[in-house]
């Protein structure tokens, strides 16, 4: 893919429409000493000392910052609380220009939060708001209807799940893949074997849990891909990604990194940034190379879930002779 090539597709990009539907969450980064020497007086017990909050949009609203940061169009299909983490969702997800109008209050939970305490740039014992509610399945139609009724205004769906209990189950997502057509993508990470219509993603320990054992990766992968008769993008980190269909077969190696990483957050970047490319019309292999453009960028942001901008995957590109 040459520059100006390239430079066609986030054209095309910044025209598009995506809709994502799943598990939003949040994603709250702080610092915090725990040997601090102080003594609590109300409890006498020692006093952790936190600084530098962030928050971001993390599982299905990661994927969503990362198409708003390439330029995409996006409208949320989820679900959030009525509380300070909801409101710092929708916060942030207005801040990005992504939709909101779709992305439910419900009273009653706990917005779904990964609460992550930093010390020496390495995450500790991470702390949970909200990803156990058992309510969620009771708003699924509703989203589903809502979703259907706006099908034919979007270029791509991406369908996201992760939560122990999550937005979609079986029956949703079979319903689900009735009406969204070929343009789309399903991240899901237990309920992969229910995605028959449509293309799945899954990285290497979810495919060991499809398939088994790898001994011989490019021929179990044809042969899955070849049973279940629909394509996968198989992530599989420092090794790439492969695409594979019952008539093709794209393997793309990853661009070597020097220095330290944070890959939390790089399944959700590949996502993104290859329905983005196949929507703008990429080629299957431009997709990947495009992905991996972009996952190269945001794994190299550390202390957070990483994007990458349009000028960024350019000049990355650039840098690599193309």
Known sequence: MNSKRLDALLAQ???????????????????????????????????????????????????????????????????????????????????????????????????????????????????????????????????????????????????????????????????????????????LRSLGNVAKNTLLKVNEAELIKIIGDITQLEDQVKAWTSQRNKPVLVTLGERGMIYASPTEFHWEKAIPVNGPIDTVGAGDMVVAAFSAAKAAGASNPEACAFASLAVHISIQKLGETGSASPAEIKKLHHASGN
């Open 13 to 187: 990009i910044s025209q598009l429409h995506f809709a994502v539907i799943g598990d939003f969450a949040l994603d709250f980064y702080f610092d915090t000493i725990t040997n601090s020497a102080e003594i609590s007086v109300e409890t006498g017990q020692e006093v952790h000392i936190c600084s530098t909050p962030k928050a971001y949009l993390g599982g299905a609203g990661n994927v969503a910052k990362n198409l708003a940061h390439l330029g995409v169009q996006v409208e949320a299909y989820g679900l959030k609380g009525d509380d300070l983490f909801g409101r710092e969702m929708t916060f942030l997800a207005n801040k990005l220009r992504i939709s909101t109008e779709h992305l439910l209050t419900i009273k009653g939970i706990d917005t779904p939060t990964y609460s992550k305490p930093m010390r020496a740039g390495e995450e500790l014992n991470r702390l949970d708001f909200g990803t156990r509610t058992s309510q969620f399945q009771a708003h699924s139609p509703q989203l589903l209807a809502a979703l259907k009724s706006h099908i034919n205004t979007y270029d791509w769906v991406i369908i996201n799940e992760q939560f122990r209990l999550p937005l979609l189950n079986q029956e949703i997502l079979t319903e689900l893949q009735e009406f969204i057509g070929e343009n789309a993508i399903a991240d």
